[in-house]
């Protein structure tokens, strides 16, 4: 038996506003949007075979899923132009996917990268700075976007 590959997508949704999507959108707004997209254009067995895990202060998020399917979710991606809010209101974005990857090593140094870039931006890049924000917010944005999509093995 042949053992499932995977990919690994990392992207950025850029929306109208600067800042972050935290407070405007949740994530599960996003997921749902993102949902409906992969259920609409690829049905649900594409729907079905994605994980995904979304930093919103960061705008950064992580979907897995199977080899076959990563031009298709690409693509809806590419296509969402909308993300409704459940509080009724909606937010432009774009759905930027920045790295594509068979295994888990370049996403994570990705994710890591841009965190780190995006916190330095905001804060200053002093060594004492850059030094928590190592132990604690890289590793937690990072983290918890691993956790979330290995979480659910297929």
Same mark, same amino acid.
């Given at each position: 038996?042949?053992?499932?590959? +995977?990919?690994?997508?990392?992207?950025?949704?850029?929306?109208?506003?600067?800042?972050?999507? @935290?407070?405007?959108?949740?994530? +599960?707004?996003?997921?749902?949007? %993102?949902? $409906?997209?992969?259920?609409?254009?690829?049905?649900?067995?594409?729907?079905?075979?994605?994980?995904?895990?979304?930093?919103?202060?960061?705008? =950064?998020?992580?979907?897995?899923?199977?080899?076959? @399917?990563?031009? &298709?979710?690409?693509?809806?991606?590419?296509?969402? *132009?909308?993300?409704? *809010?459940?509080?009724?209101?909606?937010? =432009?974005?774009?759905?930027?996917?920045? %790295?594509?990857?068979?295994?888990?090593?370049? &996403?994570?140094?990705?994710?890591?990268?841009?965190?780190?870039?995006?916190?330095?931006?905001?804060?200053?890049?002093? &060594? $004492?700075?850059? +030094?928590? =924000?190592?132990?604690?917010?890289? +590793?937690?944005?990072?983290?918890?976007?691993?956790?979330?999509?290995?979480?659910?093995? &297929?």
């Amino acid at each position: 038996m042949v053992r499932a590959k +995977n990919r690994y997508l990392v992207f950025i949704v850029d929306h109208q506003k600067s800042g972050s999507l @935290e407070g405007k959108v949740t994530s +599960n707004d996003v997921f749902q949007t %993102l949902r $409906r997209g992969l259920e609409a254009y690829f049905g649900v067995v594409g729907l079905g075979q994605t994980q995904w895990a979304l930093a919103p202060e960061t705008s =950064l998020a992580l979907i897995r899923c199977a080899r076959d @399917e990563a031009a &298709p979710v690409h693509a809806a991606l590419t296509l969402t *132009s909308k993300v409704s *809010s459940a509080n009724g209101g909606s937010v =432009l974005v774009r759905m930027r996917v920045v %790295l594509s990857s068979g295994t888990l090593k370049a &996403p994570m140094q990705e994710l890591y990268k841009r965190t780190k870039a995006y916190y330095s931006s905001r804060m200053g890049s002093t &060594p $004492r700075i850059t +030094n928590v =924000l190592t132990k604690t917010s890289l +590793n937690a944005t990072a983290g918890a976007c691993l956790k979330a999509v290995t979480e659910i093995e &297929p």
